[in-house]
Every structure is written in structure tokens, then in C-alpha cells.
């Protein structure tokens, strides 16, 4: 009897604890919008899970069908809570992510992401999406086809460039402007003698 009880509170405390996410639609062009890089890619690696709940993922992207991305690229996750994602070296995923901010994409599960089934067990993702792996391939590769990676993160560019800049003068500059200074002050300087002495 202590065993059940014992199993059933288990049972009461892992349902409590699920990550419950809304009803998945099946995929389409208009819903693909809320998402800013999707792409196919193999995982190179992951880093352990950090104090922040916060795990990494790092990619090689074979095909990028929106948004802007290099061929290697990293994707942010929650590691911690009940709704924990789970990557693993050489997993294939088609990853959706939305920047958090800047070049920082984030994934989770309540998302389109999915991973490639390889050892037979059941892809429960096919029930909600209504497609395979690969026809999911071939309809995001018909509906926005391939597009180049990026040689360098134009994002993150684009937001330096609109951040203020605080460009160091170079060693002649500094000479330049030193020896200005010094110009003024005596300059100051011996307008300010006449003037007090003309004031006597």
C-alpha cells in the first residue's frame, strides 16, 4: 500500500511539474513569420547546462531557409525547467528561433523545432505537423527555398554601427591635440596677465 501511494504521488508530481504548452498548428508560410532563422542542421556540440537554467547548442547548418545565419551557428535553450529541450551530438533538427536580442537566437519546445527520428521510436511531432521529417524539408525548401549563409553576423553589425562610438584619437592625433592644448592654456594664460594688469 505505501508503495502505491508512494507511486502515485510520483506520478501527481511529474503531470503537476509538465511543461504545458498551447495546441501546435500544423506549419504554414503564415505561421512560419513568427520565426526569424529556420533552418536544417547536424549538432556539433553542446555546452553543459549554466547556473541560469540556460544550455547551448552549437550547429552546422546544411540548409538555411529563412533569416540571416553563418553555417556554424549557436542556439540558446532552457536546460533546467519542465520544459527542458535535449540535444545531443550528431542530433538533426529543423531548428525555428527568434532573437532574443541582437545575433542571440533562442529556441523552445513549444515551438515547430524537431528532431530527426532515427531509432524508430515514434515521432510524436508528425501527429501535430502532419508531416514527415523529410516532406517538412521539402516544404520549407519549396516555400522559401535556400538561401546563402552569412560570411559575417550582418546583424550584430548593423547595431554597432547604431551604437554610440568611442573611437580612440592615435598616438600622433593625441600629440596634436596635446600640443593644441597647451597653446590655449599659455594663450589663457597671457590674456589674463594683461588683462589684470590693465585692470591695476
Known amino acids: 500500500m505505501k508503495r502505491i ?44 547546462c549554466k547556473t541560469d537554467g540556460i544550455g547551448r ?18 542556439v540558446d535553450y532552457d536546460c533546467v525547467s519542465s520544459c527542458m529541450m535535449s540535444f545531443a551530438k550528431n542530433d538533426e533538427w529543423i531548428i525555428y528561433s527568434m532573437f532574443q536580442h541582437f545575433d542571440l537566437l533562442t529556441v523552445n519546445i513549444c515551438g515547430h523545432s524537431r528532431k530527426k527520428i532515427t531509432d524508430g521510436s515514434p515521432d510524436y511531432y508528425q501527429a501535430a505537423s502532419q508531416r514527415s521529417f523529410e516532406e517538412e524539408k521539402n516544404f520549407l525548401e519549396s516555400t522559401f527555398g535556400t538561401q546563402a549563409f552569412a560570411s559575417h553576423n550582418k546583424l550584430n553589425d548593423d547595431q554597432k554601427e547604431m551604437q554610440p562610438h568611442n573611437t580612440q584619437p592615435g598616438a600622433l592625433n593625441k600629440l596634436w591635440l596635446l600640443l593644441i592644448s597647451l597653446g590655449v592654456m599659455v594663450l589663457i594664460y597671457f590674456v589674463t596677465k594683461k588683462f589684470f594688469k590693465n585692470d591695476k
Open 57 to 74: 547548442v552549437y550547429f552546422t547548418i546544411n540548409s538555411l531557409y529563412k533569416g540571416s545565419a553563418q553555417q556554424q551557428v549557436f
Open 5 to 48: 501511494l508512494l507511486a502515485a504521488f510520483y506520478l501527481i508530481s511529474v503531470f503537476s511539474s509538465a511543461c504545458e504548452c498551447p495546441p501546435l498548428e500544423p506549419l504554414t508560410k503564415k505561421i512560419s513569420e513568427q520565426y526569424d532563422v529556420i533552418f536544417y542542421g547536424k549538432v556539433d556540440s553542446v555546452v553543459p
